[in-house]
């Protein structure tokens, strides 16, 4: 059984989002459909639409001052793309989604945020529901799969040092707890800010990377609770 | 900045491009630039690409004796792997495409999964990473060196000989040879500005210089007070130096970093030689003006190769493209 209490979460996604929505309905109970996929992706194309200036702002302290921008005209053709299908399996939607993102974005995010979702797509096969559990394996080897393309660890201040984090607290819950997911990439992306970027344009910086929060993630942390807020039931997004 | 809207800016340009070069096919869709004779039989293609901003570089370089298509991304964003899919096959021959990147995280990552998807698509694909910029020290701990200038002489090398029909393993081999025979420095005089920020990426103020500077404007070694050109070719060449230790001729590249004047790069050229003809080093070749640009950077780079005979024949071979055409 899921619920909010269980998770933790403090109903921070305001009216609606609080303990109503239960697991029989919306939780990871006899798995999730391909509409939660959906949900979660249309979700983070909110995010990432409402962050995108911050995204960039961080980029243009270390970076090249384009992951907003990037990352929002992926994120802007994903949405297109599952406007014009109807219902898919999970690992279907997952996998269209990578793809197009890593057709659209370019530099650095496009391949790495692309291999996420496309490796974690293929993972889920064409199965109609998901269990959590599953869910989080594939998570697991799409994370695996951004290591070793990007060749970084946790600590080098990338994307990783939020997803590993959220994919750690999933796999700990049994693929049952999406708030300890998304605290945990929160809580990553806040604790790249003292450490020393190792890898992609920010290491040219040395220890001038240093106090500045990885964009990537940043990015990556929004993705995370997009999903949580999915699995719950937030409809916001649906249009 | 002489733009229509940000957003426009590459598509623009490749329309330009269409108009002022019909000897040459722009896919302003797909964002490709071909030579309009490819597949050219019985040779085999290169293909390079990466974000845009760095004209000539690369579709300036697409024509007979050099590159076979150019894939530009957005403004310092690297292209996306459709592009170089779409370009490696409309220029293999079946003789193969030898993809020239720049070590960049995004180009590398793109052109990797490029290079699986056309090989899915029966393309033989080979590689070259050009990593030639000194200022970056520390590689361990970064994501390596970065590749500048060298591109040119790497794209006109290899390029020749392609041109003489060598297959893919040569080409790849001489490509390879240029660029770890290679290195470059560069510096910044003024920052330069992205369409998307309509201001300046970095902070520059006037009167000081980024020695090390990379051509998206990344730091470089350190940042000091205005030097002469004279001071900062003994500078550059230093660094240079350091690294690549010749044993015999050199071929040179003094690049403007695109608002730098001709009349200041030529003297910079001047001083160019003086250090190298202090340090007993035989330039064989020297070639001056803006090739690898940074927008509107004001500053320069030194790139340096080592040249044996078979690397000059090469580079002296006929090339015939917008931005570098000799001896055709």
Same mark, same amino acid.
């Given at each position: 059984?899921?619920?909010?209490? %269980?998770?933790?979460?403090? @109903?921070?996604?305001?009216?609606?989002?609080?303990?109503?929505?239960?697991?029989?309905?919306?939780?990871?109970?006899?798995?999730?459909?391909?509409? $939660?996929?959906? +949900?979660? %992706?249309?979700?983070?194309?909110?995010?990432?639409?409402?962050?995108?200036?911050?995204?960039?702002?961080?980029?243009?302290?270390?970076?090249?001052?384009?992951?907003?921008?990037?990352?929002?005209?992926?994120?802007?053709?994903?949405?297109?793309?599952? #406007?014009?299908?109807?219902?898919? !399996?999970?690992?279907?939607?997952?996998?269209?989604?990578?793809?197009?993102?890593?057709?659209?974005?370019?530099?650095?995010?496009?391949?790495?945020?692309?291999?996420?979702? +496309?490796?974690?797509?293929?993972?889920?096969?064409?199965?109609?529901? $998901?269990?959590?559990?599953?869910?989080?394996?594939? %998570? +697991?080897?799409?994370?695996?799969?951004?290591?070793?393309?990007?060749?970084?660890?946790? @600590?080098?201040?990338?994307?990783?040092?939020?997803?590993?984090?959220? $994919?750690?607290?999933?796999?700990? !819950?049994?693929?049952?707890?999406?708030?300890?997911?998304?605290?945990?990439?929160?809580?990553?992306?806040?604790?790249? *800010?003292? %450490?020393?970027?190792?890898?992609?344009?920010?290491?040219?910086?040395?220890?001038?990377?240093?106090?500045?929060?990885?964009?990537?993630?940043?990015?990556? #942390?929004?993705?995370?609770?997009?999903?949580?807020?999915?699995?719950?039931?937030?409809?916001?997004?649906?249009? | 900045?002489?733009?229509?809207?940000?957003?426009?800016?590459?598509?623009?340009?490749?329309?330009?491009?269409?108009? #002022?070069?019909?000897?040459?096919?722009?896919?302003?869709?797909?964002?490709?630039?071909?030579?309009?004779?490819?597949?050219?039989?019985?040779?085999?293609?290169?293909?390079?690409?990466?974000?845009?901003? &760095?004209?000539?570089?690369?579709?300036?370089?697409? /024509?007979?004796?050099?590159?076979?298509?150019?894939?530009?991304? *957005?403004?310092?964003?690297?292209?996306?792997?459709?592009?170089?899919?779409?370009?490696?096959?409309?220029?293999?021959?079946?003789? /193969?495409?030898?993809?020239?990147?720049?070590?960049?995280?995004?180009?590398?990552?793109?052109?990797?999964?490029?290079?699986?998807?056309?090989?899915?698509?029966?393309?033989?694909?080979?590689?070259?990473?050009? *990593?030639?910029?000194?200022?970056?020290?520390? !590689? =361990?701990?970064?994501? @390596? +060196?970065?590749? =500048?200038?060298?591109?040119?002489?790497?794209?006109?090398?290899? /390029?020749?000989?392609?041109?003489?029909?060598?297959?893919?393993?040569?080409?790849?081999?001489?490509?390879?040879?240029?660029?770890?025979?290679?290195?470059?420095? /560069?510096?910044?005089?003024?920052?330069?500005?992205?369409?998307?920020?309509?201001?300046?990426?970095?902070?520059?103020?006037?009167?000081?210089?980024?020695?090390?500077?990379?051509? &998206?404007?990344?730091?470089?070694?350190?940042?000091?007070?205005?030097?002469?050109?004279?001071?900062?070719?003994?500078?550059?060449?230093?660094?240079?130096?350091?690294?690549?230790?010749?044993?015999?001729?050199?071929?040179?590249?003094?690049?403007?970093?695109? !608002?730098?004047?001709?009349?200041?790069?030529?003297?910079?050229?001047?001083? $160019?030689?003086?250090?190298?003809?202090?340090?007993?080093?035989?330039?064989?070749?020297?070639?001056?003006?803006?090739?690898?640009?940074?927008?509107?950077?004001?500053?320069?780079?030194? =790139?340096?190769?080592?040249?044996?005979? *078979?690397?000059?024949?090469?580079?002296?071979?006929?090339?015939?493209?917008?931005?570098?055409?000799?001896?055709?």
């Amino acid at each position: 059984m899921v619920s909010r209490e %269980l998770t933790g979460d403090d @109903g921070r996604d305001g009216p609606g989002a609080g303990p109503g929505p239960g697991p029989a309905e919306s939780g990871t109970e006899g798995g999730l459909d391909g509409e $939660v996929f959906v +949900r979660w %992706l249309r979700l983070a194309a909110d995010e990432v639409e409402r962050a995108a200036d911050r995204l960039t702002e961080l980029d243009s302290a270390i970076g090249d001052a384009d992951h907003g921008g990037n990352m929002r005209r992926g994120f802007q053709a994903v949405r297109e793309g599952l #406007a014009e299908d109807g219902p898919r !399996s999970p690992g279907a939607v997952l996998t269209t989604a990578g793809r197009t993102l890593v057709s659209t974005v370019g530099g650095a995010s496009g391949p790495l945020y692309g291999t996420l979702l +496309r490796r974690a797509g293929k993972a889920l096969g064409d199965a109609e529901r $998901v269990p959590g559990a599953e869910l989080a394996r594939a %998570l +697991r080897a799409g994370v695996d799969a951004v290591a070793q393309l990007g060749g970084a660890a946790p @600590g080098d201040k990338t994307m990783l040092d939020a997803l590993v984090p959220a $994919v750690d607290a999933l796999e700990k !819950s049994g693929g049952t707890d999406f708030g300890a997911a998304r605290t945990a990439a929160e809580e990553g992306a806040a604790a790249t *800010e003292p %450490l020393r970027a190792r890898k992609g344009r920010a290491s040219y910086l040395g220890e001038r990377s240093i106090g500045h929060r990885d964009p990537g993630a940043t990015s990556s #942390a929004l993705l995370i609770a997009a999903l949580d807020r999915a699995v719950y039931g937030d409809t916001e997004g649906d249009d | 900045m002489l733009i229509n809207v940000p957003e426009s800016v590459v598509p623009d340009a490749l329309r330009g491009m269409a108009a #002022a070069h019909p000897e040459l096919t722009v896919d302003v869709e797909r964002r490709v630039v071909l030579r309009r004779d490819a597949p050219v039989a019985g040779k085999v293609a290169l293909v390079s690409g990466g974000g845009s901003g &760095h004209e000539p570089l690369h579709g300036g370089f697409v /024509g007979p004796g050099m590159l076979d298509a150019a894939c530009p991304g *957005e403004i310092f964003t690297s292209p996306v792997p459709d592009q170089m899919v779409s370009a490696a096959a409309a220029v293999d021959s079946g003789e /193969g495409v030898l993809f020239v990147v720049k070590n960049y995280t995004g180009d590398v990552l793109n052109f990797d999964m490029a290079a699986e998807l056309a090989e899915d698509e029966g393309v033989r694909v080979a590689k070259v990473l050009v *990593e030639d910029d000194v200022a970056v020290t520390d !590689s =361990t701990f970064t994501a @390596g +060196r970065r590749g =500048t200038g060298a591109t040119l002489f790497v794209e006109k090398i290899a /390029g020749a000989l392609a041109a003489e029909g060598a297959p893919l393993e040569r080409v790849e081999a001489v490509a390879r040879q240029v660029a770890g025979d290679s290195r470059s420095f /560069g510096v910044a005089l003024s920052p330069c500005s992205t369409p998307d920020k309509g201001g300046p990426t970095f902070e520059l103020p006037p009167g000081e210089l980024e020695m090390g500077v990379g051509i &998206h404007g990344e730091p470089g070694r350190e940042r000091r007070a205005m030097m002469t050109s004279g001071e900062i070719a003994d500078a550059a060449l230093d660094a240079i130096l350091d690294d690549l230790r010749p044993d015999g001729p050199v071929l040179a590249l003094v690049n403007g970093m695109g !608002s730098t004047p001709l009349v200041e790069l030529y003297g910079f050229c001047a001083e $160019v030689h003086r250090v190298l003809g202090e340090r007993r080093i035989p330039v064989a070749r020297t070639l001056v003006g803006n090739y690898v640009t940074s927008l509107d950077m004001a500053g320069a780079s030194v =790139t340096l190769c080592r040249a044996d005979e *078979e690397l000059l024949r090469l580079w002296d071979a006929p090339v015939r493209t917008p931005g570098l055409r000799w001896g055709a």
